[in-house]
């Protein structure tokens, strides 16, 4: 992956990312409220100068649910899990490999952390939603798709029902124990974090993320300067969207995790090549090299 780097609009996760990958969670009750004035300036200001770096065709769209009420182009059955959100952000690209998906994930996820960052709840949608109404809107091209798109708002007092049986049935937002997600040198070599105190926060950062369905897909290689990741995938999941990579895009959100986690910690890192097979089930995605004398 050649990331692209991110507009200064995004520094604030630079300074408080561990504390914003706590705070954040999936709201699917939202109070219906507009976004703050301020928040939403900020926001869009930070998508705008990310829309100038990334690469065509990856780019990012807000857009004001209320606004697409009106104009009835989204019903409500369709998002009829996520309950009064006040925008969407739609992420749009034209995927070609694993690594557009991972970049699309990495994008998607740090806009989504940086509205964390100003107060703003959010909710990744990558399953039923009305795909075509969307691309519509967008104007897109043939190749062009919207694989995902997160709904934003302020949080309701309560969770309607709904959102209480999404979240339990999704294990209510619980994280496999970091030794089932990350090995000690060598895949199936049992990790204890307390023997990597300089990498653990960002393992726990990682396994902070979301994931589609909380599945967790990412496992990660801890050696001694470097971190293979590799992706387990769900039996039959694929099957669920079969045009959208899901768990790839679950891969490009845990590698920002682990990015703006070694950027607070004033830890060098940079993306290298996939790494080596070592599992007939495991895919090899990427590896993190690290600087931890920086
Ligand atoms: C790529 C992706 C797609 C998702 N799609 C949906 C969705 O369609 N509907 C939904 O209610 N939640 C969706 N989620 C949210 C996950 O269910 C949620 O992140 C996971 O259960 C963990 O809970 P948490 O985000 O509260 O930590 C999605 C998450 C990701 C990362």
Redesign the pocket.
Known sequence: MKPITFPAEFDPLVEQFSNLAER???C?SFSGAPLPANAGTRLVAAITSLNHITPVPLRLALFDAAELRRRNLFTTGTYG??RRPAAYLAGITAPASTRDWLEF?RVM?STLMLATYLDIQS???????DRRTCGRILDLSAEEKVP?VVALGLAAGRRTLRDRL??WS??K?A?RPIEELCFHHRWGDSFDPSRRTDLAPLLENLR???????RQPWRVVVRENQLDLYLVRTPGYQRLVPAVD?QA??MG?AASHLEWSARERGIKMSWGDPPPQVSADAEPILTAILNTEA
């Not at 909710?123 to 939603?129: A, E, Y």
């Open positions: 954040r969670y999936s699917r899990m996520i994930g996820q909710c990744w949608i990558g399953g039923v939603f995902a999404v979240r999704s294990g937002g994280r902070r993320a979301p994931s589609a369905s909380n899901l895009i679950d959100i």
